[in-house]
């Protein structure tokens, strides 16, 4: 993995670098630990933790806020998921995705943290239930998180994970799509990737075909977003999230929420509800991503412009 034998190469070639050193300034992707003043937690979901750092390498109180994301103890035996994780956040170049800026290893490279940019709002989920956002703002958020989407599928990425807590908020005007640990590469001339995975997954983000097939194509992340998107025009309101919802259209006296249940309820074509300030074309953009047929799903680049005519 080239991150780490970045590192690994750099260790050699300043083989004092821990205890003491005043060279290291020269690679700025490499983050030292005894620089990083920790601030506060940003967050976790299942499998990282996400702290709030400060980088002084000055020790002067002048360094620059970092987000580290560490993997969980669980989990830290730094499996390949993890390495290529970094590795592909580290590829990842556009204004609406989470900025990679360097990495951190501890424990002779057997720990390794990484390092982004951090976001001062937190995800949707931390954002949206706290203000009173109208239409228009939720549109161009979605439009932004559209753009995001479609820079990672011209890159043959499809995102696996797309939703509400994993887009991240600088300001009341820009959002970026944030971790990308379920992210894979489709190869060219392929369509979709199948995965075999146990428990939580994110089962009710996920495409009608990746419950039955374990299919994950461009068109199975079009389908997550939607339920993001529906999840923005709820103000992520906890009441109404994906999971109550479908849980609503059961009868609770003769079955349990499960997969099986959740494939029956979406092959009878129900769907999310209709947000109440939802203007009837968002209704039917959402929609459209929730079409059982994949190749009936919109592109990002066709929902770009679509939003784009809607919001002017
Ligand atoms: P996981 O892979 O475990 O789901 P995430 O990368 O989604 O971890 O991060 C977990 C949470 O940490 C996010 O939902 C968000 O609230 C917070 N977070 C992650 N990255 C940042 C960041 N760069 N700036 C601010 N908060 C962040
Ligand atoms: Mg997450």
């Known amino acids: 993995h080239t991150v780490l034998r970045e590192l690994i190469d750099l260790k050699i070639k300043n083989p004092d670098m821990s ?13 030292h630990k005894r620089h990083l003043k920790e601030i506060r937690d940003l967050g976790e979901g299942h499998f990282g933790k996400v702290t709030l750092y400060q980088y002084d390498p000055a020790n002067d109180g002048t360094g620059e806020r970092v987000a580290v994301k560490a993997l969980k103890q669980e989990n830290s035996f730094m499996p390949d998921c993890w390495m290529k994780e970094i590795e592909i956040l580290r590829s990842l170049d556009h204004i609406n995705i989470v900025k990679y800026k360097g990495c951190c290893a ?114 199975s992340d079009i389908w997550s977003f939607g339920v993001t998107l529906y999840e923005i025009l709820t103000r992520c309101d906890q009441r109404q999230s994906p999971q109550n919802k479908y849980a609503e259209m059961i009868d609770p006296n003769h079955e349990q929420m499960n997969v099986m249940v959740l494939i029956k309820l979406l092959e009878k074509q129900l ?42």
């Open 19 to 31: 205890p003491s050193e005043t060279l290291p300034d020269a690679d700025p992707n490499v983050f």
């Open 106 to 219: 501890e424990l002779g490279g057997q720990v390794l943290q990484l390092i982004m940019e951090f976001l001062p709002l937190g995800s949707l989920r931390d954002y949206l239930p706290k203000r009173k956002l109208g239409i228009s703002q939720c549109l161009m958020f979605a439009q932004q998180i559209c753009q995001g989407m479609d820079y990672l599928h011209s890159m043959r990425y499809v995102h696996r994970d797309l939703a509400a807590r994993n887009v991240l908020v600088e300001n009341d005007g820009l959002v970026k799509i944030g971790d990308f640990g379920l992210t894979k590469y489709i190869p060219e001339g392929e369509i979709y990737y199948r995965v075999r995975e146990d428990g939580d997954s994110p089962v009710f983000w996920y495409a009608i075909e990746c419950l039955k097939e374990s299919k994950f194509s461009f068109s």
């Open 271 to 312: 769907r999310l509800p209709c947000p109440k300030d939802c203007p009837h074309e968002v209704k039917l953009l959402m929609e459209n991503c929730w079409a059982t047929d994949p190749k009936q799903r919109p592109s990002f680049q066709s929902l770009i412009e679509k939003l784009e005519a809607i919001r002017r």
